[in-house]
């Protein structure tokens, strides 16, 4: 009988664990926090990605608008890397598992991958 009740709390305890695990994966995949409602263009970006690194460099010499445009690294932000997971899919644009960043999400879900479709597509939006 003690080997019985033994199992049974194992049995219970990993229950719990795995119930608890799924609640808290099942939270982090909300879309992201600092995600405005009414954003309309998201650039998503790693920090140390050579591509993204060329889409940085355009930003920082324009002085065209920017308030649509919102910015998400996702290589240290486990949110944005959810958000962009969750976005990249919407647009088909996930081949063999696998992302291309940088990435320009506009809405409803039209996705522009690569450093220079990317920058092609900022300076059509006028950001130049």
């Known amino acids: 009988m003690n080997t019985k009740r033994k199992i049974i709390v194992s049995l219970i305890v990993a229950a719990l664990i795995v119930v608890v695990g799924a609640l808290y994966f099942i939270k ?3 879309p992201s926090v600092n995600s405005q409602p009414n954003s309309k263009v998201i650039l998503f970006y790693g ?5 993204c690194d060329k889409v940085e460099d355009f930003l920082r010499k324009t002085k065209g608008k920017r308030e649509p445009l919102i910015k998400k690294e996702v ?6 890397a959810r958000d962009l997971v969750i976005k990249a899919k919407r647009c088909g644009v996930v081949h063999n598992g696998m992302i ?3 990435l320009l999400w ?14 092609k ?8």
Do not use: M
Request: charged share 25%.
């Open 28 to 30: 982090d995949y909300q």
């Open 75 to 80: 290589y240290y932000d486990r949110v944005n």
């Open 106 to 119: 506009e809405s409803p879900n039209k996705c522009t991958t690569g450093d220079a479709p990317v920058v």
């Open 47 to 51: 920090i140390g990605c050579p591509h």
């Open 121 to 128: 597509r900022l300076k059509e939006l006028g950001i130049k």
């Open 100 to 102: 291309a960043i940088p």
